[in-house]
C-alpha cells in the first residue's frame, strides 16, 4: 500500500506557519508536557566542523499523545555570507509515532526553528516578565533579535524597544525593521549598560563567547531570557548574574549544564544552588514563577527536541488543512 509524504518547502510553510499566539501557545503547551516527566527527548547531538567554521544539532523528542515526532538537522556555517549565502539552514522530518513512517518533510532552511525559537522566548515573557512591560531591550542584530522582539510584543505589548550590536549600523537597521513591523519607538543604543537599564525585559540573541550583560547591570523588575548560548563554548550572561538574580530558569537543565548560561556559571563556581527549575515547571504553577514586579528573573533557553516535534506537528497540520505543499507516494 503506498504511503504518502507530505513535502513543504521554506516558501510554503512561510504562507501556513506564522508567528502568532497560536504557534505561541503550541510550544507553550511543548513546555507544559516536557514537565511531566513523560517526553522522551535524548541529548543533542552536536558537531563542530571547525575547518568550516561550522555546527550541526541535531535534535528530537517523543510527546506522548502526539500522532508523530520529528527529527531536526540545524546547520549553522558562518562564513557563507561572505559566499553571499545565509549563515543558518536545515530541514524537519516529520514520522508517524505509531509506524515510524515518514509523514512529512519540511525543508523549511530553519524558518521552524526561528519560529519555534522566538515563540519560546515569549512563553519566557508571559510567565517571567513583569506583568507591565513600557521598554524592552534586544542584544544582537540578526533575524532572531528582531523575531524575539515581535514574539515578546505578543505577551507584554511594550511601546519602545532599545538594540544594542557590536555593529552600530545594523543596530539600527534592526531598530527600524522593528519600528515598521511592530508600529511602535524602537532606537539603536551604543552603550549595553544604558539598554539594560532603561528596559524591564532584555533578550540576548548573540553568539557571543564572552559575557556581554553585566552582573551589576541587574536592577528591580528586569527580566532577561538568555537564547544565545547553545554551545559549549558560547557565553552571554556574566556567570554572577545567574545566582544573583532572584529566579533563575531553564528550558532543560541537563541542556543548560553544557550548552547554556549555566555552563559558564558553574565553570566559573558561581552556581551552588542545585539543579535550578525549568520553564515548564512555571508554566505548570509547580514550581513558582515570578513573585513580584521587583524580582529578578532570568530564564535559559538552549532550544529542545520538544519544541522541534510542537512546531513540526503544527506545520502539518496547518499545511494539510490548507492544501499547502505537495504530497510524494512512496
Given at each position: ?12 510553510l512561510?504562507?501556513a506557519?506564522s ?7 503550541t ?6 508536557v516536557l514537565?511531566s ?8 547531538l552536536?558537531m563542530?566542523i571547525?575547518?568550516a567554521n561550522?555546527e550541526?544539532?541535531?535534535?528530537t523528542?517523543?510527546?506522548p ?5 520529528a527529527i ?7 562564513d557563507n555570507?561572505k559566499?553571499g549565502l545565509?549563515?543558518?539552514n536545515?530541514l ?7 509506524t515510524?513512517l515518514?509523514d ?6 530553519g ?5 519555534r525559537?522566538?515563540?519560546?522566548g515569549?512563553v519566557a ?5 513583569p506583568?507591565?512591560?513600557?521598554t524592552?531591550?534586544?542584544f ?5 533579535a528582531?523575531?524575539?522582539i515581535e514574539?515578546a510584543h505578543?505577551v ?5 524597544v532599545l538594540v ?7 543596530a539600527?537597521d534592526?531598530?527600524?525593521d522593528i519600528a515598521?513591523r ?5 532606537r ?6 544604558k539598554v539594560v537599564?532603561?528596559s524591564?525585559?532584555?533578550v540576548?540573541?548573540t553568539s557571543?563567547?564572552a559575557p556581554i550583560?553585566?552582573e551589576?547591570?541587574l ?6 531570557t538568555?537564547m544565545?548560548s547553545d554551545?559549549g ?7 554572577g ?6 529566579l ?25 544552588k542545585?539543579?535550578?527549575p525549568e520553564l515548564?515547571?512555571?508554566v505548570t504553577?509547580?514550581h513558582?514563577?515570578r513573585q ?8 535559559d533557553l538552549t532550544?529542545t527536541g520538544?519544541?522541534?516535534t ?5 506545520a502539518?497540520?496547518i499545511c494539510s488543512?490548507?492544501?499547502v505543499g ?5
Amino acid at each position: 500500500m503506498p504511503h504518502e509524504i507530505l513535502i513543504a518547502t521554506e516558501s510554503d510553510l512561510r504562507q501556513a506557519v506564522s508567528l502568532d499566539l497560536e504557534t505561541v501557545t503550541t510550544v507553550e503547551d511543548a513546555f507544559k508536557v516536557l514537565a511531566s516527566g513523560t517526553v522522551v527527548m535524548p541529548p543533542i547531538l552536536s558537531m563542530a566542523i571547525e575547518a568550516a567554521n561550522g555546527e550541526v544539532d541535531v535534535k528530537t523528542a517523543y510527546i506522548p499523545g502526539f500522532d508523530g515526532f520529528a527529527i531536526k538537522v540545524s546547520p549553522g556555517f558562518f562564513d557563507n555570507p561572505k559566499l553571499g549565502l545565509p549563515s543558518l539552514n536545515g530541514l524537519m522530518i516529520l514520522f508517524s509515532a505509531k509506524t515510524g513512517l515518514v509523514d512529512a518533510l519540511f525543508l523549511d532552511n530553519g524558518y521552524l526553528t526561528d519560529i519555534r525559537t522566538a515563540a519560546a522566548g515569549a512563553v519566557a515573557a508571559k510567565h517571567l516578565a513583569p506583568a507591565s512591560v513600557r521598554t524592552a531591550g534586544v542584544f544582537g542584530t540578526g533575524a532572531q533579535a528582531r523575531l524575539q522582539i515581535e514574539a515578546a510584543h505578543l505577551v507584554r505589548p511594550f511601546e519602545r524597544v532599545l538594540v544594542w550590536g557590536r555593529d552600530t549600523a545594523k543596530a539600527a537597521d534592526c531598530a527600524a525593521d522593528i519600528a515598521a513591523r511592530l508600529g511602535i519607538e524602537a532606537r539603536a543604543e551604543a552603550d549595553p549598560e544604558k539598554v539594560v537599564a532603561g528596559s524591564e525585559l532584555v533578550v540576548t540573541t548573540t553568539s557571543a563567547r564572552a559575557p556581554i550583560l553585566k552582573e551589576e547591570w541587574l536592577h528591580p523588575g528586569l527580566h532577561v531570557t538568555a537564547m544565545g548560548s547553545d554551545q559549549g563554548e558560547k557565553n552571554e550572561i556574566e556567570p554572577g548574574a545567574l545566582a544573583a538574580a532572584d529566579l533563575y530558569v531553564c528550558d532543560r537543565a541537563t541542556q543548560c549544564e553544557t550548552l547554556g548560561e549555566l555552563r559558564s556559571a558553574l565553570a566559573a563556581g558561581m552556581w551552588n544552588k542545585g539543579t535550578p527549575p525549568e520553564l515548564g515547571a512555571v508554566v505548570t504553577g509547580t514550581h513558582p514563577g515570578r513573585q513580584n514586579d521587583e524580582a529578578v528573573t532570568i530564564c535559559d533557553l538552549t532550544g529542545t527536541g520538544a519544541q522541534d516535534t510542537a512546531i513540526a506537528t503544527l506545520a502539518h497540520k496547518i499545511c494539510s488543512a490548507r492544501g499547502v505543499g505537495s504530497k510524494m507516494a512512496v
